[in-house]
């Protein structure tokens, strides 16, 4: 009895006391003799009492867990150091590419040297085994299957954390289980830094690993479930030790770390329940207040649960939460700094449902193509922000922020219904882009507006490919076209050669109306591109319009056979903002154009050449769905050097993308003697 009360109810200084010289009814653990349970009579309280205290006795087993909490640390480090390294290498390569080209030497995208083409080798081995996705079908999309890469990784964490669990464990005797459950549970409190470090928007390993936080945001998943899966150890085993020797009643009647387990663990469980796709998707802004909440009562109920034998181990709770406090005090501070002059913001509805956004703010001058904001809007939210890629550059629109929302439900409804319906309805233009905005100021309604980032635009810079593809659907458009116009300005500005030799902007749309979204800074980057000796192509696919569609029986461009007798038909599923709509499988305008049993007639769309439209005459405009493959194929097979794709849009593309690009580097052995040339692939998306 005195042991339990030792257990749980000493201070620090009694840790390393020497339990050797105790006289128990059993064999005392803390000595190295095996503890036995021969000769206990469990029938007699206080026998059972005395073997209890000697099966929790810790003394021992707190040493080996947490030793092996470091290694799971070292482990940690190690992974984080080797993809730092590769980052580094990788952004040095691309930094020389640069200096090359501004030096005026040629084909600066291609890899010199021995230890330079083992690089870009190594490097297409990688590529090949990470970009490979699975794709779900409609029926069930909420299943968001990572990319290989993302499970390899996942899948070594759980290996790893599953080894350290069962590696030499040599506990003798009655000890057995109780020391797993004990080493079980060092090593999913060791879990709490990495998760808090995975979830930081100023993430150190994202900074390291050139990794943006909303990329960690699926290992912060992953190592949540790792942590339970591990706190099912913990409690497992010890439970199966108790009820063996018939001590489980008296445990939980005698001792508080049971009921206090239990209630972290419940915690614990609904926060890994509860981030599943589904439930997450039910109301986005109710998932982070409560799981911020529930993660409060998590630490609360384990800082109770945890011994104070063990106190060393609350260090593993200490760090968490000074992470979060410093991450959370730096996002203030940045708040603070980016909105204490008052931002404003004009919205104008769009065609599709969309929102067009355009936000003076004069403290954020500098940000990454590609990047976002947490946007809020308090007229349409109090406490309420969404996550947009800032489709601006900082030379663009007169410095201001540029968004498009899709309208879909909550925040993003609300402010399409409270936007100007005027498209004129734009802040005023200003000489530095007025080859962008050419509307006329008109009485316009504008509101508050609080932004909270930039953060992301993790990607690679463009301009250091040779030959460039930038895909997007519906308002993924906003991802390639911050990217596009970054490159026009700078290769117009700076005064000095790039790399970039081609761009191919590939645009799907379901109305080819949509394309007035962004046909002014699609035009502006055309212009500026071509004027400095770079190739362009812009090519918008419409999906599903009636001016791309027959009204009458004959089969439409996009390969259906519906009955037009009542109208045009529109039978494509339209690929929305990745935001959990339902998304067919990619069909390639080409191949559906082979189901037609009748040629064209005069009044359809060539698919090869395609058409022009009365606006944006820069672009091409195609019927269907691209062919994914023989767009990668022109890219990879002209490229005099290794080539960059970005993909941003719903899930169908993005893995026809990602699958079409392995094959492509499969069938002409990139980087394996072939001569063939790389392909890097940057896929944006929010999960």
């Not at 309208?407 to 609300?414: L, V």
């Not at 645009?507 to 770079?534: F, M, P, R």
Request: a neutral charge; proline letters at 3%.
């Amino acid at each position: 009895m005195w042991q339990l009360v030792r257990r749980h109810g000493d201070d620090g200084d009694m840790d390393d006391m020497d339990m050797g010289g105790m006289d128990m009814a059993g064999s005392s653990s803390s000595s190295m003799t095996p503890l036995s349970a021969d000769g206990v009579d469990f029938s007699n309280e206080t026998q059972a009492m005395d073997f209890l205290g000697d099966l929790l006795d810790d003394t021992y087993l707190k040493i080996d867990g947490a030793n092996y909490a470091k290694y799971f640390w070292y482990g940690i480090v190690v992974v984080v150091g080797i993809a730092t390294l590769f980052n580094f290498a990788r952004w040095l390569t691309l930094q020389q590419r640069l200096r090359a080209a501004a030096r005026g030497h040629e084909k600066t995208a291609r890899p010199k040297g021995i230890l330079a083409g083992w690089l870009a080798t190594i490097t297409a081995i990688g590529r090949e085994a990470s970009y490979l996705q699975f794709t779900p079908t409609t029926k069930y999309l909420f299943l968001r299957i990572p990319t290989f890469g993302t499970i390899l990784l996942v899948s070594t964490y759980l290996a790893f954390i599953i080894a350290l669990e069962f590696a030499d464990n040599n506990v003798a005797g009655a000890q057995y289980l109780q020391g797993l459950g004990v080493r079980a549970g060092w090593l999913a409190v060791a879990q709490l830094p990495l998760l808090v470090l995975l979830i930081n928007k100023n993430s150190i390993i994202g900074s390291l690993t050139g990794t943006s936080w909303e990329r960690l945001n699926v290992l912060h998943r992953w190592v949540a479930r790792g942590m339970l899966l591990l706190a099912i150890f913990h409690f497992g085993f010890q439970s199966t030790a108790w009820q063996k020797y018939h001590v489980m009643e008296l445990e939980w009647k005698t001792d508080d770390c049971p009921p206090t387990g239990i209630a972290a663990f419940a915690i614990l469980l609904w926060m890994n329940l509860s981030t599943l796709a589904p439930l997450r998707y039910l109301s986005y802004e109710f998932f982070v207040v409560q799981h911020i909440l529930t993660w409060f009562g998590f630490v609360v109920a384990l800082m109770f649960h945890l011994p104070s034998t063990a106190l060393s181990s609350r260090v593993y709770v200490y760090i968490p939460i000074g992470i979060y406090l410093a991450d959370r005090i730096l996002r203030s501070l940045m708040l603070a700094w980016n909105n204490l002059r008052v931002s404003r913001a004009t919205m104008v509805q769009l065609d599709g449902g969309v929102t067009k956004l355009r936000i003076s703010n004069k403290a954020i001058k500098r940000w990454r193509p590609g990047s976002h904001v947490l946007l809020s809007i308090p007229r349409f939210g109090i406490m309420q922000s969404h996550p947009a890629t800032i489709v601006s550059t900082p030379k663009s629109h007169n410095g201001d922020l540029v968004f498009m929302l899709k309208g879909h439900k909550g925040f993003t409804k609300k402010i399409f219904s409270g936007a100007n319906t005027s498209t004129e309805a734009l802040i005023a233009e200003s000489k530095d882009d007025s080859d962008v905005e050419k509307h006329t100021q008109v009485s316009q309604s504008t509101h508050i507006a609080i932004i909270d980032g930039p953060y992301g635009g993790s990607q690679s810079d463009f301009a250091a490919f040779d030959s460039i593809c930038l895909i997007a659907g519906s308002t993924g458009v906003t991802f390639t076209t911050s990217i596009l116009q970054d490159l026009a300005d700078r290769v117009s500005t700076q005064g000095k050669k790039f790399p970039l030799r081609r761009v191919h902007f590939v645009w799907c749309v379901k109305d080819s109306n949509w394309a007035h979204w962004i046909s002014d800074e699609l035009e502006a980057a055309y212009t500026k591109l071509q004027s400095c000796g770079i190739y362009v192509k812009i090519s918008v696919y419409v999906t599903c319009a009636d001016k791309f569609t027959e009204t009458g029986n004959e089969p439409k461009e996009c390969g259906c056979e519906c009955d037009k007798s009542k109208g045009p038909c529109c039978c494509v599923v339209v690929d929305e903002d990745d935001e959990g709509e339902a998304v067919d499988a990619i069909t390639p305008a080409k191949e559906a154009a082979n189901v037609a049993e009748t040629s064209a007639s005069s009044s359809q769309v060539d698919l090869t050449s395609g058409r022009k439209m009365p606006f944006l005459r820069c672009a091409t405009f195609y019927s269907g769905r691209p062919d994914v493959r023989e767009v990668l194929e022109t890219l990879v097979d002209g490229a005099d050097g290794e080539s960059g794709v970005a993909v941003c849009g719903p899930t169908g593309l993005i893995t026809t993308t990602r699958n079409t690009l392995v094959r492509i580097s499969d069938e002409r052995a990139i980087h394996k003697g072939t001569g063939a040339q790389g392909c890097y692939l940057h896929a944006e998306t929010f999960s």
